[in-house]
């Protein structure tokens, strides 16, 4: 099962076509509010996704959480600063960066994480990962004692030493 972090995520991936069909769906908003996000355009669609995020993860996890992972993609994407709702794993340094890779569920295999390198796609603390065969320490620790892992803009993992 997704985390709520996660779930939240997944809607506000959504396609842009999909918003209103899964606002009607997946929330109790008005016709007449639905109709409003619907109708926006651009980077205001943006607005329309997060608030289908919201609503849908408020269904399913309650109002509190959803507003939670809200906070949490807020403080991620927009300040940049790591956010303690992010999914958190907890590993043995030091550990391999494709074995860190696949212990954190960012990716599923050591070929998808060494793709994922080839492609400047894997970051820790978001700086991108160059060499498949390097060795995370605790010298990769940033001042809240965790290491943040990235694929890609819009997957995050924050990793805690065991």
Not at 49 to 62: D, S
Not at 136 to 161: F, M, N, Q, Y
């Amino acid at each position: 099962m997704l985390s709520v972090y996660d779930y939240w995520q997944f809607w506000r991936n959504c396609e842009d076509g999909d918003v209103g069909k899964f606002l009607r769906l997946f929330t109790d908003l008005s016709l007449p509010e639905i109709a409003r996000l619907e109708a926006l355009q651009g980077a205001e669609l943006n607005e329309a996704k997060k608030i289908l995020a919201t609503e849908a993860t408020a269904v399913l996890h309650g109002r509190k959480a959803a507003e939670e992972a809200a906070e949490t993609a807020r403080r991620t994407f927009e300040e940049g600063t790591l956010a303690e709702g992010l999914p958190t794993v907890v590993a043995k340094l030091p550990e391999g960066i494709l074995n860190l890779a696949v212990a954190s569920g960012l990716v599923a295999s050591n070929s998808e994480a060494r793709k994922l390198i080839q492609n400047n796609g894997l970051k820790i603390n978001d700086v991108a990962v160059s060499d498949p065969k390097l060795v995370v320490d605790a010298g990769a620790l940033t001042a809240e004692g965790v290491i943040k892992l990235s694929s890609g803009k819009k997957k995050h993992v924050l990793v805690k030493p065991a």
